[in-house]
């Protein structure tokens, strides 16, 4: 596994591109590591500091995002959940029925909209939990929940 | 429908249990309660419950263990938004026990040997406040997938996944503060939640396993820092697989038994002596908890130190 350890000055370019995109101050204290260009991983300092050419490593770390062109980055649901609570924009807030539709991958829409681009990723919100990402495009939003995590919701609020 | 455990089994455990293999033979008529684990890692558990609360599910707390709850009710705990979101993990209620017998601390390196699918390395992962090493090993692709699934959705960073056969990790020379081996066993401690387990079992494959636990016993004692801690585990009641690694690992590597404990937790001492084998005294302090003890999954847990 090919790991290569981000440098102050890309944390701080990650820390300004989540600020641009959801109006997120952030201030890292893990450690960061991309795997490939774009694949960003935090990860504790003791874990980052182990002997990678030792054994055979399948995985390391919490995936956190990925890079994508013209400034965007697709984050992980648990990205989502680390970022939205600081966020500001590019949230979209969906109710129960939207939520079903997200949780079993399919497209769903926003019940309210707060200072979102079309065709950027935006944060799903849900009552006061964030949920993951979507694209945000004319008349929807695209569904971009990756299948191992989908569930079929049943139990609801009494 | 007559249900009961297969001859060689029922042999076996009669011989073992004396009096008490009545109540093991009742387990057969009761189902255990699933239980659940708040992931601390994503939210406290009072806001967890509070949350669950509202959706109708039922919760009881597990009396030895702050973070555990039975669930009472019906409905589909592994269905829930809170599930997704990785706010809790199901965890049977006897297999939460190991972590907190190897007592991880922040910072701290710890091996867990056989770690797929992932349900103590988070728990670890989440009493080190995702802090320090874990390296979760498996040498099965197919479950090291779904570690991989456990890892990312418990918010888990302080940990990396390996690859290799437990009983070769320590040609590696890797040292480690505290080492978990939940071992691969018969699962004859299962009984209580799936009498398929039973079906599988046979004393032929427990002596299999029983060579295989002592080779990743061996493997994970050489890993092991000067008076670090080792704790061993299985969900079996069959002392070759337990009572017999211990005395193994005891007479052949060094270890040292400590005595463990947990209030409000039902168990039995380790066994002293079977089939004619003597065990080292020190094998008592071990944990063993039959499916009658709390109407859980059977397990046996010992603790030890290089």
């Known amino acids: 596994m090919q790991i290569k350890e981000m440098s102050k000055d890309e944390i701080r370019k990650l820390e300004n591109l989540l600020k641009k995109n959801y109006g997120a101050r952030i201030k890292f204290k893990d450690k960061i590591f991309k795997t490939s260009e774009e694949k960003i991983w935090l990860i504790s300092k003791e874990a980052l500091e182990f002997d990678f050419s030792k054994v055979r490593v399948n995985s390391a770390g919490l995936y956190f995002g990925k890079l994508k062109r013209n400034e965007k980055i697709q984050l992980s649901v648990e990205g989502a959940q680390l970022v939205g609570k600081k966020a500001r924009k590019n949230i979209a807030i969906i109710d129960e029925e939207n939520l079903k539709k997200f949780l079993q991958g399919f497209d769903f829409s926003a019940q309210k909209l707060i200072d979102c681009d079309i065709n950027n990723f935006i944060l799903i919100k849900y009552g006061e939990d964030f949920v993951g990402t979507g694209i945000l495009r004319e008349n929807y939003i695209e569904n971009i929940l990756p299948k191992a995590r989908r569930i079929f919701l049943e139990v609801k609020k009494v | 429908m007559k249900v009961e455990f297969p001859k060689p089994f029922k042999e076996k455990y009669e011989r073992l249990l004396g009096e008490e293999y009545k109540k093991l033979e009742a387990c057969l008529f009761i189902k255990p309660k699933k239980a659940i684990r708040v992931n601390t890692i994503k939210i406290s558990r009072n806001k967890l419950l509070k949350k669950l609360k509202e959706r109708g599910i039922k919760l009881k707390q597990i009396p030895w263990y702050k973070d555990g709850f039975f669930v009472e009710s019906e409905r589909g705990i592994a269905k ?21 017998i190897l007592d991880p601390k922040e910072g701290e390196k710890v091996l867990d040997l056989c770690a797929a699918p992932g349900s103590k390395t988070t728990q670890i992962a989440m009493l080190m406040k995702n802090s320090g090493l874990i390296v979760a090993n498996d040498d099965n692709l197919e479950r090291i997938k779904a570690l991989r699934i456990n890892l990312q959705k418990m918010g888990v960073k302080n940990c990396i996944v390996t690859y290799e056969k437990g009983e070769n990790f320590w040609k590696h020379e890797i040292k480690f503060d505290k080492i978990l081996v939940d071992a691969p ?109 709390n109407f859980t999954e059977g397990f046996f847990i010992c603790k030890l130190r290089k």
């Open chain 2, 185 to 293: 066993c018969s699962g004859s401690g299962k009984i209580i939640s799936s009498f398929s387990s039973i079906n599988l079992w046979s004393q032929v494959n427990v002596k299999k396993l029983s060579i295989l636990q002592k080779k990743l016993i061996f493997s994970a004692s050489k890993c092991l820092k000067e008076n670090g801690i080792l704790v061993y585990s299985t969900c079996s009641m069959d002392p070759e697989e337990n009572e017999e690694v211990i005395d193994f690992c005891v007479k052949n590597l060094g270890l040292s038994v400590e005595k463990i404990g947990m209030k409000k937790l039902n168990y039995h001492e380790g066994i002293l002596e079977w089939n004619g084998k003597k065990f080292d005294e020190s094998v008592r302090n071990a944990m063993r908890i039959f499916p009658f003890d």
């Open chain 2, 80 to 100: 829930t938004l809170e599930y997704f979101l990785g706010y809790y993990y199901i965890q049977e209620a006897s297999s939460m026990i190991p972590p907190l």
